[in-house]
């Protein structure tokens, strides 16, 4: 039984978190910087990693608070070292290798893209259902849409990634021509909510038959092509009836599920899965969710509060990590690239 206290800072938001055994969330504690990237509508580097500097130590004070435990009572500490931006980074790693060492506790690196898969299993209890592995993983945030083979927690191998924008970056964007508030995914799938799937039909970009690659920039220009007109310049989204704005909406985003749903197909009849893991801040897409219940295989997604980044994940992992033995020391690096790649 081990409590870990999880640090995360890779983008924008700053968090901590104290997770037992690798399952019990005991706190989350998330800064969001959404009021300071809003304008912007996209998250600016420099403006992150100032931001992270003001919050880590409020952050994480207030999670060991939270969880009613003590820093001598922590076991290891986890940080998310990769993949991010790197000034983010390096504010979380420093933190985390400072407390390792004033603490004289083990120093655990985990992949920010790895915990979101992991984050399946954040609140289950040993009686729940757990995925079976070979499992496909899906990996669907702002950042990243990636597809994985996962073995088991820590073998985990990259099978096919977007080639153009993330998926949950194409809503920000479509939001954008909407008109609609930063970040996009939740807005959009409140009004798909109420709008026709079938009314108008978005393109779904599948490439070559057998790929297992994404991509997201052509169906995003066919939102503004079909919101603003010829060559996206002869209206905007105030023209559109509250109605119309729903069916872009719910055709936008049924595009989206559909294509999701076909390499993630494809995904399980190359690694012969038994079970479908979903994470990243997509995952808490209500449409996508009821898509994938009547699923052909056991499907697996992360409670709502930690389908977007947060440092439970990252403890959680980082247990599983510690358990096996994978410890850093205090020459660890802030790495840009997630350990994830194609074998
Ligand atoms: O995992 P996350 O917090 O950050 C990255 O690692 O990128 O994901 C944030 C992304 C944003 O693009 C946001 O629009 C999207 O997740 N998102 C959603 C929903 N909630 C958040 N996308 C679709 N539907 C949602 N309900
Ligand atoms: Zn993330």
Not at 227 to 246: F, M, N, T, Y
């Amino acid at each position: 039984m081990a409590l870990i206290l999880g640090i995360e800072s890779t983008c924008d938001e700053t968090a901590a978190a104290v997770v037992e055994n690798g399952r019990a969330v005991r706190s989350s504690v998330i800064a969001s910087q959404v009021d300071l990237h809003q304008v912007y509508r996209g998250v600016v580097p420099e403006i992150a990693s100032r931001a992270h500097i003001e919050n880590i130590l409020p952050v994480i004070e207030q999670a060991l608070k939270n969880s009613a435990r003590t820093f001598e009572q922590i076991d290891a500490i986890a940080i998310a070292q990769r993949p991010g931006l790197i000034g983010s980074l390096l504010i979380g790693v420093t933190a985390a290798k400072a407390l390792a060492w004033s603490l004289e506790k083990p120093l655990i690196g985990v992949d920010h893209v790895q915990a979101h898969l992991y984050s399946v299993h954040l609140e289950s209890r040993p009686t729940n259902r757990e995925p079976r592995f070979p499992a496909v993983g899906l990996v669907c945030s702002g950042g990243h849409t990636a597809l994985y083979a996962v073995r088991s927690w820590t073998d985990i191998e990259l099978i096919g990634q977007t080639i153009d924008d993330a998926v949950g970056e194409a809503y920000d964007k479509v939001a954008a021509i909407l008109n609609l508030s930063y970040p996009g995914g939740r807005p959009i799938d409140e009004l798909a909510a109420q709008g026709d799937p079938k009314a108008i039909r978005f393109p779904r970009s599948t490439l070559d038959p057998d790929s297992l690659d994404f991509s997201f920039s052509g169906l995003k220009t066919a939102v503004l092509y079909r919101v603003r007109g010829h060559k996206g310049r002869e209206r905007d989204a105030s023209s559109l009836s509250q109605q119309e704005l729903r069916d872009v909406c719910a055709g936008f985003q049924q595009a989206c599920i559909d294509v999701l749903l076909l390499k993630i197909r494809r995904a399980i009849a190359r690694v012969d899965a038994k079970s479908v893991i979903v994470g990243g801040g997509v995952s808490a897409n209500r449409g996508l969710r009821a898509a994938m219940q009547s699923f052909e295989l056991p499907t697996f997604f992360p409670p709502i509060e930690y389908c977007t980044d947060n440092a439970a994940m990252i403890a959680g992992l980082g247990d599983v990590l510690l358990s096996h033995g994978v410890t850093a020391d205090l020459s660890m690096d802030a790495i840009i690239r997630s350990a994830l790649v194609k074998r």
